[in-house]
C-alpha cells in the first residue's frame, strides 16, 4: 500500500526557498520549487563578496529590526547558529569561524549554492526554472491549493512563498512579486525600504577625488538629534558614502532620509583617540610648523585624497607654507579629521541594498511561519518584515525560517 506524500510548492530558490525545499522532502514530501531566475541562489552566490557569510555566533533579538525582536529569540531557539553550522556540515560544507562571522572553508559563496542544489538533486525536488509566481487559490472547498506561474499551473496542499524581496541587483530580479502576492491574500505589508545600502551625499559637499576607505567612527544627526553611530572601515566616494558602518547605521535612518530630512554624517577618522589624547597629537603635529607645506604636513596624518578634502573644504592652498598658517587654523585643520560633515542627499537605491526593511507583517505569522488566516500558505525569509545588521543575521534568518516552515508543512 503506497503512502501519500504532501504536495508542497515552494516559490522561490534563494536561501530561504532552497533550505524549505530541502527540509519538506527530508521530511517526506513531495516538493516542486518554483525559481523566476534560470539558476538557483542567484542573490546567495553573492553575498559577502562571494565569500558568503552564512550566520554569526553572537545572535540574539538585538540585531534584528523592533518588528522582529519580540518573535526572533523563539525562532532562533528552534534553529539557531549551531543548527546552521550543522545542517551545512550534512551537505558537505564545513564552516569556520572569524570572530564569530561564520563562513565555508571554501570561502565560496557558488560552493554553498552548489550543495544546496546537489541535495535538492538527490531528495527528488522538481525544480522549474524561468518561472514567475503569478497567483495562490484555494482549490474549491478542498485544503489544496492551485498555483499559477508564468510557465504552467500546479496543484498541492501547501504552498511556501520565499520569493525575495525588492533588494539586489537587476540580475537577480529582485522585483518584490510576492508583495503584490500576499496582499492578494489578505496580508497586511509594512512600507518597505532599501536597508543595509550607502548614501549619496548632496552636491554641495566636496567629496575626495578618488575613493577611500578609512577606520572611522560615523554619528548620524536630524538637526542635533544623534540618530545612530556606528565604527568601522567606512568607504568615501567621489559622491557618497558607504562601507559596513554605513550600511549598519542605514537601517535606522532610511525612511528619514526618504522622506527628504535633512539627516547628515559626522565621521571621525582618528576613533581610537579621546580628546585628551588627540589634542596632543595636535600638539605634536603644531610643533612641525615649519617651510613645508600645509599638504606636506598632513601627509603623514591622513590619506592623501582625504587632505585634499579638507583643504579644499577650508578653501586653502595645499601649497600654503605651514609657518605662515596660524596655530589656531592648524588646529582648526586638523579638527576637521575628527567632525567631517556629510549631507545625505539619497540612498543607493534597491538594486544596491542588501535587504529591504519592511514586508508583510510578522503579526499576521504562526510560529511556524504559516498564514494565520490561510494556515496552508508560509511566508519566509526576505518578504517578511524581518531584517538583520550585516553579518550573517539575514542569512540566519533564512534558514531559520525556510527550516521552520519546510518542516511544519510537510507535517
Known sequence: MSVYKKKIIVAGGGASGMCAA???????????????????????????????NLTNLKIDGSYYNAAAKSRIGSWLNEFGALDTIEFFRSLGVITMSEYGY?????????????????????????????????SIERTGESVGYTVKTSEGVYESDKVIIATGSLSGAKTTMSTGDGYYICKKLGMSVKDTFPALVGFKTTDEDIMPAAGVRSKAAISFYLGEELLTSEKGEVQLLTDGIS??????????????????KPVYALLDLYPDYDEESFDRLINEMIKLRDSRSISELLSGFGNSYINEMVLKRMKLSPTMKAVNISESMLRCIFENYRKLKFNIKECNGYAASQVTTGGISVGDINDDFSYKNNPGIYVVGELLDVDGR???????????????AGNAASH
Not at 247 to 260: F, H, T
Open 22 to 52: 530541502i527540509c519538506a522532502a527530508r521530511s517526506g514530501a513531495e516538493v516542486t520549487l518554483l525559481e523566476k531566475n534560470n539558476v538557483l541562489g542567484k542573490k546567495l552566490s553573492m553575498t559577502g563578496n562571494g565569500r558568503c
Open 102 to 134: 561564520v563562513y565555508p572553508v571554501s570561502e565560496q559563496a557558488a560552493g554553498v549554492v552548489s550543495a544546496l542544489s546537489n541535495e535538492l538533486s538527490r531528495l527528488g525536488v522538481t525544480i522549474v526554472y524561468n518561472s514567475q509566481l503569478k
Open 243 to 260: 562601507g559596513i558602518p554605513v550600511m549598519q547605521a542605514s537601517r535606522g535612518i532610511i525612511k528619514l532620509v526618504s522622506e527628504n
Open 390 to 404: 550585516c553579518g550573517g543575521y539575514n542569512l540566519q534568518f533564512a534558514w531559520t525560517s525556510g527550516y521552520i
